[in-house]
């Protein structure tokens, strides 16, 4: 519990060192995003309450991850692209779930608008977490 404790003590700083690594990335292994999408993963789980109010800032990263990891055309190896989508995915669905669905709300016009397949997929497996 001490964990959770000090990561909402420094949520703010915290938040602002995850956009950063989400908005640039760092190679084709993406470790960097990897991990830091890991470290927002934990975030989520252990400042549960504290996250609602996060969601537009946080959503916002996330869909723009999405979109860049799908469109951007660079050396990236198709696992590591995978797995990116798949990690901002739980992302959103933990978002979703510590929000009461507030996430859901938010993406469904999301959803509805997106034409690319895979985007679409990711979309999906949140709007039908529950």
Known sequence: ARLGILIVRHLKRLERVILGYLEVSDGPEEE???GILETLQCTIEHAWP???CRLPVLLKALL????????ER????????AALLHR???CLILLDRC???QLK?????V????QESRLRECLRQVQEST
């Open 111 to 114: 959803h509805s608008s997106c």
């Open 64 to 71: 723009r991850l999405l979109w860049d990891v799908h469109t």
């Open 99 to 101: 929000s009461q669905g």
């Open 105 to 109: 709300v938010l993406l469904a016009g």
């Open 88 to 90: 901002a995915t739980q």
């Open 50 to 52: 504290r996250m609602p």
């Open 74 to 81: 660079g050396p990236t190896p198709e696992p590591v692209r």
């Open 32 to 34: 960097a995003r990897l």
